[in-house]
């Protein structure tokens, strides 16, 4: 814990020095006019990016995929919007960087190639999928899951309502 708060104390003093060396070069309305803009830019960006992420996750989903490498790029895509928020030139640099594609997929890829990734990762399930490691072996075998069915009779059917007024004038 010491690590991160040394970490956001670290961070803080450097866009600070960076805000105000591009300050004194192009002028403190532009430094500010241009954090503005990046914010702006920046939470669009992870918008867009954010919701082609959740569709495809909501694809994967449907066709019994667990979505676990999509799930850590919408993470990427959420701490990119969070730096973002950071006034600052670093922050958003590096969110920039987070919302590449190829990067997200390889961080998703990193994380879950490693060894605590499939410790923890291979008992993730999934309405229609579920997975499980044989002890002796690496592979991960899935399994469908078939809906439970459905139970009771359904009657399909056409009815007329009659009210007593219609009675009495034919």
């Known amino acids: 814990m010491a690590k991160i708060a040394f970490g956001f104390f670290l961070l803080f003093f450097l866009e600070l020095w960076v ?8 002028g403190a309305f532009m430094v500010i006019l241009l ?11 992870v918008r867009s990016q954010g ?8 694809q994967q989903l449907a066709q019994g995929i ?36 190829f990067v ?5 890829r990193k994380l879950t190639s490693s060894p605590r990734w499939q410790v ?8 229609s999928e579920a997975q499980h490691v044989e002890p002796d072996s690496e592979e991960v075998f899935n399994e469908k899951i078939k809906p ?23």
């Open 51 to 58: 919701l082609r992420t959740m569709m495809t996750m909501q």
């Open 19 to 26: 805000i105000i060396k591009v300050g004194s070069v192009i």
């Open 35 to 45: 954090m503005i803009l990046a914010a702006g830019y920046g939470v669009s960006l």
């Open 104 to 108: 997200r997929h390889w961080l998703a």
């Open 120 to 127: 923890y990762g291979v008992h993730t399930t999934v309405e």
């Open 66 to 101: 667990a979505p676990a490498a999509t799930m850590l790029e919408g993470v990427a895509l959420l701490f990119a919007g969070i730096l973002f928020m950071f006034p600052g030139f670093l922050t958003d640099i590096v969110a920039l960087f987070l919302l590449q594609p």
């Open 148 to 170: 439970a069915p459905r139970q009771g009779t359904t009657i399909d059917g056409e009815y007329e309502r009659k009210d007593k007024d219609d009675d009495t004038h034919q």
